[in-house]
């Protein structure tokens, strides 16, 4: 991993704390057997559910950002990742130091202020981010996320009705209320942005996916209605890593 700058905004504590707790936001809802309305829509989301129970290691090289408003944070941020729920990132201050480190081993979440000495660890549990950032968003969404996959929000889905929509593919209840919609780009090769939703027709969060540069998997903007925002900017991805599965547990700090 390189040793690069961290530049920070005004409140940059705050946000450390808030990178924290997103670390404890675990849940993901499980996906069942495949019911949807034609063939088209069928193909699509079985290829993205294809992909998503890939179990291939990853790491990855980059510049992270959270907004809100008029402040806060940015600066560098490495990372590696299994899916389903294990992930590590890193976030590092001017010197090329962890400032923060974060964690999930599939069993239990943690993380580590370095610069408070604080760490704290719990059991994978429910939860998600909209008490804090008001987006609504699991780790294991995150791993997905992470490694330019998109997480899913069920099992039956329908291609978007109505003109002007011939690339969305909605994810929907068994009411037929839209859970998630995902548009393509025109050959349906690439996913451009997908907005999950808390209820029907209500949105929790959208991710936008950028190719731009030919990257081996494209950098990602989250946010939500209030304007809230998490960006990763990918520098450097490799999708078939060697990881070391002791990586994804946080030690405590000796005392």
């Known amino acids: 991993m390189q040793q690069q700058l961290l530049k920070s905004a005004p ?9 924290i707790l997103l670390f404890f936001c675990t849940s993901c809802a499980g996906v ?30 980059g510049r992270f950002g959270i907004k809100e408003q008029n402040s806060g944070m940015s600066g560098r941020i490495l990372w590696m990742g299994i899916a389903p729920d294990k992930l590590r990132v890193e976030m590092l201050n001017p ?31 429910r939860g998600d981010l909209e008490s804090i950032l008001g987006i609504s968003i699991s780790v294991s969404d995150m791993v ?10 069920g099992s039956r889905a329908r291609m978007a009705a109505g003109p002007g929509q011939p690339n969305r593919l909605e994810i929907v209840d068994f009411f037929g209320n839209i859970r998630q ?24 969060w959208t991710a936008v996916l950028d190719y731009a540069g030919d990257r081996a998997m494209p ?14 900017e990918v520098e450097k991805f490799d999708a078939a890593a060697q990881v070391d599965l002791a990586g994804f547990v946080l030690q405590p700090p000796a005392r």
Do not use: C, M
């Not at 409140?11 to 990178?19: D, E, H, R, T």
């Not at 069942?32 to 992909?51: C, F, I, N, V």
């Not at 903007?221 to 990763?232: A, N, P, Q, S």
């Open 95 to 125: 010197f090329g130091q962890p400032i923060v480190s974060a964690s999930s081993d599939g069993t239990r979440v943690y993380a580590f202020d370095r610069a408070q000495g604080r760490f704290h660890t719990r059991p994978k549990g």
């Open 144 to 153: 997905l996320l992470f490694s330019g996959r998109v997480p899913i929000a």
């Open 11 to 19: 409140k940059a504590g705050k946000w450390i704390a808030v990178l």
């Open 219 to 232: 950098s990602v903007k989250v946010h939500d209605t209030t304007g809230r925002e998490f960006y990763l």
């Open 181 to 204: 919609s995902i548009l393509f780009d025109d050959d349906f090769s690439r996913v451009l942005e997908t907005t999950v939703y808390s209820s029907a027709s209500t949105p929790a």
């Open 32 to 61: 069942g057997p495949s019911t949807p309305s034609d063939g088209k829509a069928r193909a699509l989301l079985e290829t993205l559910l294809q992909e998503n129970a890939k179990q291939h290691a990853f790491n990855g090289a």
